[in-house]
């Protein structure tokens, strides 16, 4: 594959099997997509689909999503943990290889633009796609949740970027958007003292005056007697993840506590590894094509 | 692809532009084998092919490759700066994903005897296919080289293990045989003391006392105003790249020494890139499957 984009649409139904297969299905048969997984929360109520390829096959994949999606999830029967706004809830598009953040943007516009007029719903652009410094953030559009969309649509702030000006009856608002590809990556430290892990998020995260690209905080793991700086690596380009652990490290250290251990929950772009291990090593101009590997997916060309 | 096995076959031409195109493309020909690259070297009129398909396909275009080779290389007109003995001087194949060591040895052993067969060409087996200790090691075995070899083989120790007792009139004979994937690193010092570098590749490497999977010495970089720890990884599985980096980190600091830098030449398996990033950033049971590149690659079959 030449173009790698990866989308991760998220649909509002965790808990009925058949319907996610035949939601999965679906997608499945698109030609040039691939369905890397489905990964469903029944306490959410929630199923994320992990796609991968090219911009056209994406587009089919997402539009054949919503067209098995729609008839099966009624959003005012819906209740789960996770907040809502939509049947399916937000699509994102992520460049993997390839692919510029740019070429994501558009592909974005195309799908929302193509939701909107197929299906009726209100469509929300938002991360490197959004119309306002405001819409960038999904959790700014999502408040209020499927049920408060209705009076929050009465705005002229919350006009869609697609679509009509009152949410789907059953399906409510979409955001869609392309942004770069998200670690989630934990720090686990030798001490019971919850306070340290969350003293260590604040100095790291970008609220507190940390990187730029981390969002943290501070969890207990009863369990393992320990507690985890838990971090969202919303740009790991930017922000590596050596460098967070580096000062993760200094910082715990100040409070005589060691890290234990890390762990990358879910996927990770291969070259968020390769920077670490070109850190640590000192490897001078590395690159990606020197790996085996990278030649073996550009041979499946 | 769900098997992955290498090839990098030698052949003694490396300055015939038109002849070495010749023999690549008898091998590209090849249904299910890809050719990744072909890197040819002047002064020592050697090209190395890179070869990755499953065994079936590789066998074909191995024998293909011998097919090509010898009408077009005659051993007695040949000359080069890289010892040699065979117009396809030896063939190596290397488990990469979903192939164990073992079916390399197997299919090592059947190209061998194939090549004897239809070719009548001397095959000594090496490295793990190796029949003996001694013809583990591919110098032992070249010694003596193409014009000493119908000397060499009267003696009993060096019948060959498949073929006949002496060498083929132009083709001489060929070293076949599995081994590990092999990354070349080199590790750079600050300083112009190349006794630096020799003291570190004679403590790191095993003939020295060092590590079971290392092959160093030190060499001058007279236009960096540097010096050199060049190394062989021979099994980066059991000595693994961050260790060595660590041991001549510590080795040079004891000399008022630092690294500089370090290099990867040629290609190198991601997984020796995971085990760096997962040492020093403390992963906790990281898997492969954990990175996107590992199921698209997956996802390609």
């Known amino acids: 594959?030449?173009?790698?984009?990866?989308?991760?649409?998220?649909?509002?139904?965790?808990?009925d099997r058949d319907r996610i297969e035949e939601i999965a299905r679906a997608v499945r048969?698109?030609?040039?997509?691939?369905?890397?997984?489905?990964?469903?929360?029944?306490?959410?109520?929630?199923?994320?689909?992990?796609?991968?390829g090219d911009a056209a096959s994406?587009?089919?994949?997402?539009?054949?999503?919503?067209?098995?999606?729609?008839?099966?999830?009624?959003?005012?029967?819906?209740?789960?943990?996770?907040?809502?706004?939509?049947?399916?809830?937000?699509v994102p598009f992520i460049p993997i290889r390839g692919a510029t953040v740019e070429?994501?943007?558009?592909?974005?516009?195309?799908?929302?633009?193509?939701?909107?007029?197929?299906?009726?719903?209100?469509?929300?652009?938002?991360?490197?796609?959004a119309s306002s410094e405001r819409r960038r953030n999904l959790a700014e559009i999502r408040k209020g949740e499927f049920e408060g969309f209705a009076e929050k649509m009465k705005s002229a702030?919350?006009?869609?970027?697609?679509?009509?000006?009152q949410p789907h009856a059953t399906a409510g608002v979409v955001a869609v958007g392309a942004r770069p590809p998200l670690i989630a990556y934990n720090i686990n430290l030798g001490t019971r003292d919850v306070s340290v892990a969350d003293r260590i998020a604040r100095a790291i995260r970008h609220v507190g005056g940390g990187f730029r690209y981390v969002k943290a905080m501070g969890v207990e793991l009863a369990d393992r007697g320990q507690v985890q700086v838990s971090i969202n690596m919303t740009n790991f380009k930017k922000t590596p993840l050596h460098r967070v652990f580096e000062c993760v490290r200094s910082e715990a250290e100040r409070h005589g506590v060691a890290i234990v251990g890390s762990e990358?929950?879910?996927?990770?772009?291969a070259e968020a590894l390769y920077m670490a291990a070109?850190?640590?090593?000192?490897?001078?101009?590395?690159?990606?094509d020197q790996v085996l590997e990278t030649k073996l997916l550009e041979a499946e060309d």
């Open 1 to 15: 594959m030449r173009t790698v984009i990866e989308s991760v649409p998220n649909i509002s139904e965790g808990r």
């Open 29 to 52: 048969v698109v030609r040039g997509a691939r369905l890397l997984s489905v990964s469903s929360d029944a306490a959410h109520n929630r199923s994320v689909l992990t796609l991968v």
């Open 58 to 90: 994406l587009e089919s994949a997402v539009l054949a999503l919503f067209d098995a999606a729609l008839p099966r999830i009624d959003l005012t029967k819906h209740s789960g943990e996770h907040p809502r706004m939509g049947a399916v809830d937000v």
């Open 103 to 129: 070429e994501c943007v558009a592909l974005s516009r195309r799908v929302g633009e193509e939701v909107a007029r197929r299906f009726g719903i209100p469509v929300y652009l938002y991360e490197d796609s």
């Open 157 to 165: 702030e919350w006009k869609p970027d697609f679509g009509p000006g």
């Open 264 to 269: 990358i929950v879910g996927l990770t772009p």
């Open 278 to 288: 070109e850190h640590y090593l000192r490897i001078e101009n590395f690159s990606p």
